[in-house]
Structures are given as C-alpha cells and as structure tokens.
C-alpha cells in the first residue's frame, strides 16, 4: 500500500542524507500517517482512512472529527 495522505495527499518525498563530511546519498522523508475512523453524520457509515498529522489537524479545524 502505497504512504499516501487520504486528505492531504501528502506522499514520500525523496531528498539527500547528509553526513558530517557533506557525502549526498540518497534518503526517503515519510508522511507521519494514522489509521483513523471517520463516521459519515447523514448515514452513519464507519470509513477508515489513512491520513496524516496535519490532515487531522485539517479535519479538526473543520469540525469532521
């Protein structure tokens, strides 16, 4: 399954890992993704979806969770 952001779409990002001597190799920088249900208020549906920290940090401002 691929680390994708449901809300946010937020996804790995590829950069550099820099040692003390500046030596560039390659590094992934992963989303800080959770599991979280979300209750839909007009049919009272469950849906687990997989979204960040800032995602929720989103759907809070909004007033979904």
Avoid: Q, W
């Amino acid at each position: 399954m691929a680390r994708v952001c449901e809300v946010t779409g937020k996804r790995t990002a590829v950069g550099n890992k820099r040692s003390h001597s500046l030596r560039a190799t390659k590094r992934k920088f992963y989303p800080n993704l959770f599991y979280k249900n979300i209750t839909d208020p007009e049919t009272g549906l469950v849906f687990r979806i997989r979204v960040s920290a800032k995602g929720l940090k989103t759907l809070r401002k909004k007033g979904i969770i």
